[in-house]
């Protein structure tokens, strides 16, 4: 009977190692708040694995994006790049700072923003770019720096969904003005909710660090020369971090090899697609991406309300955002015009990718695709 098969969740945190200890271990130092030892080893250790001097936690993601707005000084009337195909909080850190996220279509070779596409939505309020690592994958950084230093743009990577992917062997994270992370429990590396930025600037570090901290003053304690955010991580959250970091090896090891089965036992469907890897890539195994062609022949969401009814969950690809209530209005009148997104958003779907998975969970997500094909 389907409804007594275990549920296949999408993802699930692997918290198998030090996480508890370490987490009891700041528990009873009582150092539960926003200074604490995890912090700093966190904050070291990250930036280590990234490449760079410094990395700053905050509370999630979306705040490390908007903090790293707010760092570069990013104001109302000001535009910023954007791709359409990412999670919301791109465009809405955008939206905070009174900006406006204008939308770039894909690059068929990495499903992320494209390179060659910047050029003809550029104004002269245009102020910087967000490139996105999609789904673990790399966007064509060196392209879209080059492009940027030639129109005086800064950039920002979003590494929310590429914890330890790797450009032309470089790490993503080190590969422009600031990165950003999630640490959301659906990621590589989690703590439930937290977020980082990575940089190798002291002045700017100096500024978010601040702006962070309410905007205390660096030097004087009690003193607020700037109107600052609450955006700080816990020590308990860094705990957890610190447990994460240590395993990072086993955890991708894991995921990989849930990633190099999916290839294998999907290769030969009719009408699945898998997402491109550029040969300079190495993207980080986060979920599996598959796009359900017309060769498969039943349409991508009947595909999902099957795989649902065999207790197995997925999630589409994101909604172009320059097709939601929020960006819409803005979008049209810019005539934005994104066909290789939209094409991409209405086939992708992910299928689930943790480390709690076995490989008869694999046998049966991969038989429910194969058999449900016609
Ligand atoms: C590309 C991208 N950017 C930003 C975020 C926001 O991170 P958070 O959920 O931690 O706020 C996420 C996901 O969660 C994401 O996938």
Same mark, same amino acid.
């Given at each position: 009977?389907?409804?007594?098969?275990?549920?296949? &969740?999408?993802?699930?945190?692997?918290?198998?190692?030090?996480?508890?200890?370490?987490?009891?271990?700041?528990?009873?130092?009582?150092?539960?708040?926003?200074?604490?030892?995890?912090?700093?080893?966190?904050?070291?250790?990250?930036?280590?694995?990234?490449?760079?001097?410094?990395?700053?936690?905050?509370?999630?993601?979306?705040?490390?994006?908007?903090?790293?707005?707010?760092?570069?000084?990013?104001?109302?009337?000001?535009?910023? !790049?954007?791709?359409?195909?990412?999670?919301?909080?791109?465009?809405?850190?955008? *939206?905070?700072?009174?900006?406006?996220?204008?939308?770039?279509?894909?690059?068929? +070779?990495?499903?992320?923003?494209?390179?060659?596409?910047?050029?003809?939505?550029?104004?002269?309020?245009?102020?910087?770019?967000?490139?996105?690592? !999609?789904?673990?994958?790399?966007?064509?950084?060196?392209?879209?720096?080059?492009?940027?230093? %030639?129109?005086?743009? /800064?950039?920002?990577?979003?590494?929310?969904?590429?914890?330890?992917?790797?450009?032309?062997?470089?790490?993503?994270?080190?590969?422009?003005?600031?990165?950003?992370?999630?640490?959301?429990?659906?990621?590589?590396?989690?703590?439930? +909710?937290?977020?980082?930025?990575? !940089?190798?600037?002291?002045?700017?570090?100096?500024?978010?660090?601040?702006?962070?901290? =309410?905007?205390?003053?660096?030097? +004087?304690?009690?003193?607020?020369?700037?109107?600052?955010?609450?955006?700080?991580?816990?020590?308990?959250?860094?705990?957890?971090?610190?447990? =994460?970091?240590? *395993?990072?090896?086993?955890?991708?090891?894991?995921?990989?090899?849930?990633?190099?089965?999916?290839?294998?036992?999907? @290769?030969?469907?009719?009408?699945?697609?898998? &997402?491109? %890897?550029?040969?300079?890539?190495?993207?980080?195994? /986060?979920?599996?991406?598959?796009? %359900?062609?017309?060769?498969?022949?039943?349409?991508?969401? @009947?595909?999902? @309300?099957?795989?649902? =009814?065999?207790?197995?969950?997925?999630?589409?690809?994101?909604?172009?955002?320059?097709?939601?209530?929020?960006?819409?209005?803005?979008? *049209?009148?810019? &005539?934005?015009?994104?066909?290789?997104?939209?094409?991409?958003?209405?086939?992708?779907?992910?299928?689930?990718?943790?480390?709690?998975?076995?490989?008869?969970?694999?046998?049966?997500?991969?038989?429910?695709?194969?058999?449900? &094909?016609?």
């Amino acid at each position: 009977m389907i409804k007594d098969l275990p549920f296949i &969740q999408i993802a699930a945190p692997d918290l198998r190692g030090n996480e508890e200890a370490y987490v009891v271990e700041a528990l009873r130092s009582s150092w539960i708040s926003s200074t604490g030892a995890f912090i700093d080893r966190f904050e070291r250790d990250f930036a280590d694995l990234c490449g760079t001097n410094s990395a700053i936690t905050v509370c999630n993601g979306t705040i490390a994006l908007h903090l790293a707005l707010l760092g570069l000084d990013v104001r109302p009337g000001d535009e910023v !790049l954007v791709p359409s195909l990412t999670y919301i909080a791109t465009a809405n850190a955008v *939206r905070y700072v009174g900006a406006e996220p204008v939308f770039v279509d894909i690059d068929p +070779e990495t499903w992320c923003i494209d390179p060659a596409r910047l050029e003809q939505h550029v104004t002269p309020r245009t102020k910087g770019i967000i490139a996105v690592h !999609l789904y673990g994958h790399p966007a064509d950084m060196d392209a879209i720096n080059r492009f940027a230093a %030639v129109h005086g743009l /800064w950039v920002v990577e979003d590494a929310a969904e590429a914890h330890t992917a790797r450009y032309k062997g470089r790490p993503c994270g080190s590969l422009a003005r600031i990165a950003t992370f999630s640490f959301y429990g659906n990621k590589i590396l989690t703590s439930g +909710e937290g977020g980082a930025l990575t !940089l190798n600037d002291p002045h700017l570090e100096l500024r978010m660090r601040t702006l962070r901290g =309410q905007g205390m003053s660096p030097t +004087e304690r009690y003193y607020f020369p700037v109107t600052g955010y609450n955006f700080r991580l816990t020590n308990l959250a860094c705990a957890l971090l610190c447990a =994460q970091l240590e *395993r990072r090896d086993e955890i991708l090891a894991d995921r990989r090899r849930i990633f190099d089965a999916y290839n294998e036992r999907l @290769a030969d469907v009719p009408g699945i697609g898998f &997402q491109p %890897v550029a040969t300079w890539a190495e993207p980080a195994p /986060w979920l599996f991406c598959i796009t %359900v062609e017309e060769a498969y022949g039943r349409p991508r969401d @009947a595909l999902m @309300a099957h795989l649902a =009814q065999e207790r197995i969950e997925t999630r589409p690809f994101f909604h172009p955002l320059h097709r939601l209530p929020p960006f819409r209005e803005a979008s *049209r009148r810019r &005539q934005e015009h994104l066909p290789l997104t939209d094409a991409v958003a209405a086939r992708g779907m992910n299928l689930p990718c943790h480390s709690g998975m076995t490989m008869s969970d694999l046998d049966r997500i991969t038989d429910a695709i194969r058999n449900f &094909q016609r």
